[in-house]
């Protein structure tokens, strides 16, 4: 492993764009935050704001039982649906706030998880989306997660990385999340979710769930943290002196 060895305001004079995509839960937004801290660039989670999109959405009751969601009522009110990030007082940390209120906690919630989805899959909502992450990332410097992020978001990005981790795995470590939050959920449920989820993601029409061409690809079914962390701060370090040659 080579040393991080890189200082920060060559770091800052050179900010490149890093693109991670990948399935739902694998732990993609935990070693892109972790990579903006250390190299000091902003980080958005897109999930989070199709998440406030659908919470929107199920409280003005555009969702029902069945699983669907009016797509017609909810393209006409997406002017009104102000999205944004609030940085904590620790400086990493973002919250999500909708409309000007901090919905954080109740975006993680799994009845928001079980619309996100169908959402997601809406082309309207995704175009008006995908807009306010490029003008987020238009000076660089930003470290992006999701499912479009290399492919449609930021075809250009200097790093892009796909991760990838079994299903099992994925809704282990979901399900302990939601269990350490008081959720009462079972491993089926969240399971079933996830499967669920995977599905809609990789078959929608609008920019499905795919590996861009030249993303590095990384399944940590079998890493740590530190070990995913690690990685990627080689792979950062990597694309930062390719774009300097
Ligand atoms: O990463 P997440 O589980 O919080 O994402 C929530 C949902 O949003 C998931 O079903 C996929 C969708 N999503 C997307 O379609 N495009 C993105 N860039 C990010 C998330």
């Not at 029409?205 to 690690?230: G, V, Y």
Request: hydrophobic residues 40%.
């Amino acid at each position: 492993m080579r040393n991080y060895s890189l200082n920060q305001r060559y770091i800052m004079s050179n900010k490149i764009t890093i693109a991670i995509d990948g399935y739902s839960s694998s732990g993609k937004s935990t070693m892109a935050r972790a990579l903006a801290a250390r190299i000091g660039y902003r980080y958005i989670d897109s999930g989070a704001m199709y998440r406030a999109v659908t919470l929107w959405a199920i409280r003005r009751g555009l969702t029902s039982a069945d699983g669907s969601v009016d797509a017609g009522a909810l393209v006409e009110h997406l002017p009104e649906i102000k999205i944004d990030f609030s940085l904590q007082p620790d400086g990493t940390a973002q919250h999500t706030m909708l409309c000007g209120e901090d919905v954080e906690s109740e975006i993680r919630k799994i009845n928001v998880s079980n619309y996100v989805s169908q959402v997601a899959a809406i082309p309207q909502v995704r175009h008006a989306l995908v807009g306010m992450q490029q003008a987020m990332g238009k000076n660089k410097g930003i470290v992006m997660d999701g499912r479009d992020i290399g492919t449609t978001v930021f075809p250009d990005a200097e790093l892009k990385i796909f991760v990838d981790a079994s299903a099992q795995t994925r809704a282990q470590r979901r399900f302990s999340e939601l269990v350490e939050k008081g959720s009462n959920v079972t491993f089926e449920e969240v399971l079933a979710n996830v499967i669920h989820r995977d599905h809609i993601d990789q078959t929608r029409e609008e920019s499905p769930l795919r590996c861009a061409d030249d993303a590095l690809r990384l399944d940590n079914s079998h890493m740590t943290i530190e070990q995913q962390n690690a990685w990627l701060a080689e792979a950062f370090q990597s694309a930062l002196e390719k774009t300097a040659k």
